[in-house]
């Protein structure tokens, strides 16, 4: 049997849940305690493939190809651990599931209704991943704002929840921020103790309260907060700004975290809990020098978030290579010069959809050709190297069908299985696929392996007919499906690191294992620095 904590927000959105969420589960794990997570959030869409980067950030995609919310990505870095789909759980998927029930009947002429059967169904899916993962503590963190129309039947639902296992086996964090106000030059406790009485006006009295603060708050501010929201003082946890995401873990152990959720589940351990491993990395996440300078152009770059899991790999691999890597979001857009990449050792091409931008990211390529400069192309990335190659060898006019359907020299087209594809969400090639890598390649020297897997999320492909152009262009297939049909990966000759995957490795960095590619690539981008 597994052990429950919820996870819920209040005050504002986008107030570090998925982060707490991933923290806790961090300082369990440093004790040897088994632990998955689940997000739960309350929009109707099915999944998040469908959703605009600037309105939900990026797309995470697990191994077994489900497009997720991104705190997912959050979770497997801070815990190393590879998540399933169904760790994701919407409101779209619940009555979805619930609908399909209904029409075959299997509510024997119920009137179906939010509670029991959508209630119910939403308990069910939770517990199915805690069957599946054998975990002993189940993160649940309920996406949203308690309060919010949507998310009430996901609150009831773990409200029940409660009530069905043994009162060690669940308890509720709730996560509230705690606003500094200038002109008063002092903090209000007071939406912390409304959002608390909300939650527990609909049923739940929280256990743990963890206070988000621009700075940090004082002991008589967290006596405040635990009389009036009725915890122990020792449950109310500050959570002030930090330096890094990956502080926070060590930030909420250092107030015990650890030990009051061992004692409040009834969990025992004889391990102590471990967390130096992940101090090291902090540390060397801190590092000011040696600084590079990385310039990751893309379309979506008002938001961070629409690129988190690449900002994070960099950062691995920066602190793996002992440096420190300042990152730049370049828009590739009508006002795009190449004369701005001039600063930079190191240029990142992104994944993305539609034409908007590309040709900005193919002028960053024949730049990078140039003058010598790593650069380092991921899905459409990829493509739009294999385009610029193209017309800097003869075929001025080769593009992507995804940007030209008529185009005389179409070197990147759409896989054969989507082109009778009509619906848009969970249909392009997704998740985790074999991939052979050719040695003596700078690939090879990465990854020091000859098969690997990696995750996609694509539809269109290096067409196959123009290999051979590309080949004699000086492109080398250093990474391609078993059968070799697909082109996974390509380098281009007397280039000193040159290198497109058409998978997504950002979603497979770790903290404590930076993705082979991501950390070749900072390395190559200090020697330029080194070199210039």
Known sequence: MSKYIVVTGGVVSSIGKGITSASIGRILRSYGVNVTAIKIDPYLNWDSGTLNPYQHGEVFVTDDGMETDLDLGHYERFLDVTLSGKAN?????????????????????????????ITDEIKLMIKNVADKSKAEVVLVEVGGTVGDIESQPFIEALRQLRHEVEPDDCMFVHVTYVPYLKAAKEFKTKPTQHSTKELRGLGITPDMIVCRSELLLDKKLKEKIAHFCDVPYEAVINTPDAHSIYEVPLTMYSENVGDYILKRLNISTSKKADLYE???????????????????????????????????????????????????????????????????????????????????????????????????????????????????????????????????????????????????????????????????????????????????????????????????????????????????????????????????????????????????????????????
């Open 89 to 117: 759980i919407t409101t779209g998927k619940v009555y979805s599931s619930v609908i399909e029930k209904e029409r075959k009947g299997e509510y024997l002429g119920s009137c179906v209704q939010i509670i029991p059967h």
């Open 278 to 532: 992940w101090s090291q990395i902090v540390e060397d996440l801190k590092i000011d020098t040696p600084k590079i300078n990385i310039a990751v152009v893309g379309k979506y770059i008002e938001l961070e978030d629409a690129y988190i899991s690449i900002r994070e790999a960099l950062k691995h691999a920066g602190a793996a290579n002992k440096v420190n890597v300042d990152i730049d979001w370049i828009k590739a857009d009508e006002n795009f010069n190449k004369t701005m990449l001039d600063k930079y050792d190191g240029l990142l091409i992104p994944g993305g959809f539609g034409e908007r931008g590309i040709t900005g990211k193919i002028e960053t390529v024949k730049y990078a050709i140039k003058n010598n400069k790593p650069i380092f192309g991921i899905c459409l990335g990829l493509h739009a190297m294999a385009i610029a190659v193209a017309q800097l060898n003869g075929e001025p006019e080769a593009n992507s069908t995804e940007f030209d359907v008529n185009s005389p020299c179409p070197v990147i087209d759409m896989m054969e299985e989507q082109k009778k594809i009509k619906n848009m969400g969970g249909t392009m090639r997704l998740g985790a696929y074999p991939c052979k890598v050719k040695e003596g390649t700078i690939a090879y020297e990465a990854y020091k392996e000859t098969e690997i897997s990696e995750r996609h999320r694509h539809r269109y492909e290096v067409n196959n007919e123009y290999r051979d152009l590309l080949k004699n262009s000086g492109v080398v297939i250093s990474g391609s499906s078993p059968d070799d049909f697909l082109v996974e990966m390509i380098e281009l000759k007397d280039h000193p690191w040159f290198l497109g995957c058409q998978f997504h490795p950002e979603f497979k960095s770790r903290p404590n294992k930076a993705h082979p590619i991501f950390k070749s690539f900072i390395k190559a981008a200090k020697e330029f620095k080194l070199d210039n």
